[in-house]
């Protein structure tokens, strides 16, 4: 018994040296090779090792997996910014980071800065889309290991550098994994959450209407963990109301549902109301001068105060219909004379039928009817309804005006007529 005992102590003994030998052969193998030998190795690695464990890492490179580890962030410390097999690089990384129960890879990749490069590379114009967003997910792996990781992500500033990714990436993938990098971030992390609320605020006035959806979307998210809603904010959401895509604006409009609970509801209902009245000097069209066919030559588009003005109403109508209290804030703020201004915009028929839609006053058809002396009518209409006179019927045979044909009523069951005299 106990020569086989000791037999058997040998034979693991030999078995773990020749391990042992082929982990420094091929460690040896590495440090001696050049880019297109160590990217072969890599491309091995990641397609022996994907989703394996900690222990299997382990066993696979005879206890010694930290090792290999080393020598792949010493590589990406030293040609980061060269996109040297960048991305293999990274994905091997992945592979030690992902591993379950692998918690010390992770502590070994931050000590040798592995957020701040991470975080660099986001920040290098001339490397790939597909390397950057390799980048994200290494620092979604570091945020989902808790809280204190997600507070050294921040520490790093790290919230500015994703911020200004998420304005700046022509990738629909990366997009959204920032966004939900994003909100990881300022999920269970009380001491940064506000630093991320307002990095996503600081992405809506960018140019990428993708971007901006995301950002409106993390934001609504976002909400109920902040609490408060800065007054920074009111100006962006309100702005993004100009967007020409429609997937925007309905983000938007449903952050604005969102915030209708909290101090900023005031300034924004304010805001929605002026935008119903442009300023007669922004109120042109421009012309569609790059069409082939001359026919169309002549078509009018709408300018950004007009988009802008059709969103308002269309956000104006959905807000007062959820809440008497906002219906009845609306009706201060003469939300009746600006609607009418819109139903009188015949240059844009979006604004004629989300205001008619606001106002319910048979708003599928009747603005199409509508003639020029009409519209003007409507314009410049001075129609201001009180609060305690919003709802009054009109004395038998007393004269009505043009402009107070229409009434403004939240209740989507009451009908509203429209009529050239009061009944």
Known sequence: MLQDAKAEEIMTSVKEQEAIRKLMVFLQEWDS?????????????????????????ELEFSQGASLFLARLTAW????????TCLNKLLKS?????????????????????????????????HLKEEDKRESVKLLQLVADAGRKYKELICE????????????ASNSAEALEDVQVLLVSLGRG???????????LIAVLPCASPRAQQLALQ?????????????????????????????????????????????????????????????????????????????ATLCLKQPVLVYIQQAAAAKAIGILAKESAEVAEELLQLRVVHGLMVAVGNLDHLASQ??????????????YTKMDPVQAEELASNRVDIPRDMARMPSTEGEHCPAEEKYSFNPEPDLEIYQDSQCS
């Open 218 to 294: 993390a934001l609504g998210a976002m909400q109920d963990i902040v609490g408060k809603a800065p007054s920074i904010l009111v100006e962006p959401v309100l702005d993004v109301l100009c967007s020409v895509h429609l997937e925007v604006q309905s983000e938007a409009i449903q952050l604005l549902r969102a915030l209708m609970a909290h101090e900023v509801r005031p300034a924004l209902l304010k805001g929605l109301v002026a935008f119903l009245m442009p300023p007669r000097k922004k109120m042109l069209t421009f012309y569609n001068t790059t069409a082939k066919d001359p």
């Open 76 to 83: 990406l410390r030293m040609t980061y910014m060269y996109s």
């Open 93 to 125: 990384i992945g592979i030690f980071l992902s591993a379950a129960s692998g918690r010390r890879y992770l502590i070994e990749f931050l000590e040798i800065g592995g957020v701040l490069i991470l975080l660099e590379i986001l920040g290098l114009n």
């Open 156 to 167: 790093s500033y790290g919230v500015r550098s994703l911020a200004e990714f998420l304005a």
């Open 189 to 199: 992390n009380s001491k940064y959450q506000n630093q991320v609320y307002k990095g």
């Open 353 to 366: 039928r989300h205001a008619s839609i606001s106002l319910e006053d048979s708003p599928e058809t009747w």
């Open 33 to 57: 090779a050049h880019k297109v030998a160590r990217s072969r190795i890599l491309d091995n690695f990641i397609k022996s090792n994907n989703g394996k464990t900690e222990p299997e890492l």
